[in-house]
């Protein structure tokens, strides 16, 4: 699908001194997600704009460390409490308003900077880059347009937004490009033996403890791995969903193995959320898009609904297929 993208100079023309922005993410939300929105806002706010963050759901503890995350507000709609109440909206890694989680966008200017396969022109201003590692890669862009000094905070947030969604700097979009990118961050005054402990060794101990239920359960398939964790498993131990993010990578890590997928049963009856991984051909975005969700070639996931045996058989009988299609 071509996706009209309008230019980054297009973009930083709306990022004037004076003006005011909500800046959004996904539900959910992950290190790219958070790392981009703190990045993003600090740049806007050296160049003298105001902004306001806001995201649907909480900021998962292991990002709460990241500079300025406490300026993060938690909330299902912007504030209406100042006098422009019609600040633009930007949205950042959303390949739909809807994954927003937010209210009260209708009638709102939407400027969409996103990097998903899967992205979608429903923005008022649109940018749109798939080959980007991650967002805080396309941030880092705008930090280089913008051309004005940068703070090590804003260059650690951006530095961990591109660190967590390139997987350590393990997946296929990591380039020479991303690599410099990291560098200059770190020359910028990102610490990057820190950032990497506050992000990949400072798990809750609940979040290793599922990962050991959700390796029990594992269930193989020639070269399709499979687990989940049940609403009782995450009650005894005391876990939330967001202690089960990651958990896929361990199952498409094993040799051999070049699909995976990960199943959560949610608080919501019948509801569970999936979370897919390839290191082959398979494209995983269109697994995901198939079950009304979305991603990247390599990783994606979406919401399901059903048993969860019905949710692990449909999936699993998806991967199988689009697996064998390929060879
Ligand atoms: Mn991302």
Not at 137 to 160: N, R
Not at 233 to 255: F, H, K, P, S, W
Request: net charge negative.
């Amino acid at each position: 699908m071509m996706v009209r993208t309008n230019s980054i100079e297009r973009i930083l023309s709306e990022f004037q001194p004076g003006r005011s922005f909500v800046l959004t993410s996904h539900s959910r939300p992950d290190g790219d997600a958070v790392g981009s929105l703190l990045g993003l806002s600090d740049l806007l706010e050296d160049r003298g704009c105001r902004t306001e963050i806001v995201l649907a759901d909480p900021v998962p503890a292991v990002y709460r460390t990241l500079p300025g995350a406490e300026r993060i507000r938690h909330a299902t709609s912007p504030s209406f409490g100042d006098s422009d109440g019609l600040r633009p909206i930007v949205i950042l890694e959303c390949d739909s308003v809807e994954r927003t989680g937010l209210r009260s966008l209708e009638g709102r200017y939407l400027i969409n900077i996103d990097h998903h396969a899967s992205g979608r022109n429903y923005g008022d201003l649109n940018w749109i880059d798939p080959d980007a590692s991650a967002v805080g890669a396309m941030v880092y862009e705008l930090l280089v347009a913008m051309g004005q000094p940068v703070k090590p905070e804003t260059a650690s947030c951006i530095y961990a937004a591109i660190l967590a969604d390139t997987g350590g700097f393990t997946s296929r979009s990591t380039t020479p490009a991303t690599l410099s990118m990291a560098a200059e961050l770190a020359r910028l005054g990102a610490d990057p033996a820190r950032i990497a402990n506050d992000l990949c060794f400072s798990s809750p101990e609940c979040k290793v403890r599922l990962l050991g239920t959700a390796l029990v359960n594992m269930q193989r398939q020639g070269t399709i791995a499979w687990s989940w964790a049940t609403l009782g498993d995450l009650e005894r131990l005391q876990a939330m969903t967001e202690d089960c993010d990651g958990v896929v990578n361990y199952l498409v890590g094993i040799a051999g193995v070049e699909a995976a997928f990960f199943v959560v049963e949610l608080p919501t009856p019948g509801e569970y959320r999936l979370s897919l991984r390839s290191k082959s051909h398979l494209d995983v975005a269109r697994v995901a898009e198939s079950f009304g969700g979305g991603g990247h070639r390599a990783a994606s996931g979406c919401l399901m609904r059903g048993s969860l045996e019905s949710v692990i058989e449909r999936v699993r009988e998806k991967v199988a297929h689009d697996s064998v299609s390929l060879t």
